[in-house]
């Protein structure tokens, strides 16, 4: 499967031009996956905004979220608040997962930054537990940024059966050499191919950090090949390889980490 | 002694990321630097031209009436050679109309200050003339420090450099070939003649960063101090005076009244 990598700085608080520049990227490009960074719909530090910036079924942005995905018959991951109607005054740090079918899910942010510069524990609504959500017939795991520093919940989606890692981020210049080492890691732990896409940008003083990669079972990077983004900054890219969603399967019987750990858990 | 302060890596490349960045979104055509011929003005110019060209940055020289000449033409000079033009203002018949206005002002470092903001009133506005931003050369230590005057040159749109310790500025300016006596030169605030920062600060630079960089990594006092190269109490006194400047670092303090207040949560 072709995906696509949109290492890509969102305009903060504008959700209809974040989507429409996806739909433009998307126009001209054939991929059967395209993953974008986390909050991209919103922006990160939307602060008190992002209650009103979320994502909520049925409203007009996920329709057009889904209207794309089904109009570029692709895959679409991206990083967007979310609130829910049983769940009022409260929204989600969360990756959906959208189909060219039309069908949307998705995964809430596990472990919410609250140090540093961050402050996610005092905005959204942690999750606590990780499911793998399908993906054309595959089970596939979402996590966001800091998720990617435990790795618990990986191993979590890879003994429900993941055989993909899709990893979103809005991750400082400052961590990108942490991602670097452990995402690949994640990868060899679990057996499992990670693709990571991470924003570029400035907000405040906050400089995000692209470094968005690919990594097969072995944690090796995999071939990107890096396109310049039409009226992008220079940081910006879309990066573009080919993913085996079989390789896990493939792979595993050679590495059997998932079948020990099963038969001797910690 | 340990402890100095590493540049971080990709410095640069940040510093110019964020100047693009926030010259776009504050929809501006390029930022102004105030030139003072030191190291910081230095390094914040010449990033600031190698992120967004020479046509989208300003120069300018405010000198008073004790600044050297030669040194004037040699920070002309210097602009001149990363293709940034230069406009020179004397600061003289400001500072003295204030001096005479109120002649009741003699601490020198009430004076001082007040040359410093009547500075930075006259960058505020040649940036607006170019619909430019006010790009200052305040650095981590002087931040820390309190070295800075408030609203003076602690007044500016953008602090490209307000991360850096002093001694990553000089390693910067070195990787970046700043020219040797520009990095040579002792830093002054150049409150009047002679006067050099590292005398009024009581300590070197060098000695300054390592104690400022133990206080950020939360270290024990005895620990900064062994790191640093001096007693104790040194180490106390650099913090305690961190803690008192703290007023110039922060937003200006609002009385809280309503659901949410600006500077304190006001989050937008």
Redesign the interface.
């Given at each position: 499967m072709r995906f696509l990598l949109g290492q890509l700085?969102p305009r903060l608080g504008e959700p209809l031009e974040n989507l429409a520049r996806i739909d433009r990227l998307l126009a001209s490009r054939a991929v059967g996956l395209a993953v974008f960074p986390e909050l991209f719909v919103s922006g990160y530090r939307?602060?008190?905004?992002l209650r009103a910036l979320a994502l909520s079924p049925g409203g007009g942005p996920l329709l057009e979220l889904e209207r794309i995905a089904a109009a570029r018959n692709t895959w679409l991951v991206l990083g967007a608040p979310v609130a829910v109607p049983d769940r009022a005054g409260e929204v989600f740090n969360a990756v959906l997962l959208i189909g060219p079918d039309g069908s949307s899910r998705y995964q809430v942010k596990r472990y919410l930054p609250t140090y540093g510069p961050f402050?996610e524990g005092r905005i959204f609504t942690p999750a606590g537990r990780s499911d793998p959500l399908p993906l054309a017939g595959h089970p596939v795991g979402l996590a966001i940024c800091y998720d990617a520093f435990f790795p618990e919940i990986f191993r979590e989606l890879a003994l429900k059966g993941s055989e993909l890692f899709l990893v979103v981020s809005a991750s400082p210049?400052?961590s990108r050499?942490l991602f670097e080492k452990v995402l690949p890691a994640r990868a060899v732990e679990n057996g499992c191919p990670v693709l990571y896409a991470n924003r570029?940008?400035?907000e405040d003083?906050l400089?995000f950090g692209g470094g968005s990669g690919a990594w097969d079972v072995r944690g090796e990077p995999i071939a990107l090949d890096r396109v310049a983004v039409p009226d992008g900054?220079p940081?910006e890219a879309l990066l573009v390889g080919e993913l085996d969603l079989a390789e896990a399967g493939r792979w595993r019987p050679f590495r059997p980490v998932l079948r020990d750990v099963t038969a001797h858990p910690p | 002694m340990t402890g100095e302060p590493r540049l971080?890596?990709?410095a640069a490349e940040?510093i110019h990321?964020?100047l693009?960045?926030?010259v776009r979104?504050a929809g501006a055509k390029g930022v102004l630097v105030g030139l003072s011929g030191g190291i910081d003005s230095a390094v914040v110019v010449r990033l600031a031209r190698d992120a967004l060209g020479a046509e989208r940055v300003w120069g300018a020289l405010v000198p008073d009436a004790a600044f050297p000449p030669a040194l004037l033409e040699e920070t002309e000079r210097y602009a001149r050679d990363l293709g940034v033009p230069t406009r020179l203002v004397p600061l003289a018949p400001l500072a003295d109309a204030a001096a005479r206005l109120l002649p009741e002002v003699t601490d020198r470092v009430a004076a001082g200050n007040l040359k410093v903001r009547l500075r930075f009133a006259v960058l505020y506005a040649l940036a607006r003339e170019h619909g430019a931003l006010v790009a200052g050369a305040g650095n981590k230590s002087e931040l820390l420090l309190g070295y800075v005057t408030k609203y003076g040159d602690g007044g500016v749109d953008l602090l490209p450099i307000g991360?850096l310790y002093k001694t990553d500025v000089r390693a910067l300016a070195a990787e970046l070939g700043i020219p040797e006596p520009i990095r040579a030169r002792p830093p002054t605030a150049g409150f009047w003649e002679g006067q050099t920062d590292e005398e009024e600060l009581g300590a070197t630079y060098d000695v300054l960063d390592r104690v400022l960089l133990g206080l950020e990594e939360l270290r024990p006092p005895e620990e900064v101090a062994a790191r640093a190269g001096v007693p104790v109490d040194r180490v106390a006194s650099i913090a305690s005076r961190v803690l008192r400047e703290r007023h110039k670092r922060v937003p200006v303090p609002i009385p809280k009244l309503r659901l949410?207040t600006v500077g304190l949560d006001?989050?937008?």
């Open positions: 700085t939307a602060g008190d905004r402050e210049v400052t050499r570029t940008g400035v003083g400089v900054e940081e | 971080p890596p990709h940040t990321q964020f693009r960045a926030h979104a991360d949410r006001w989050r937008d």
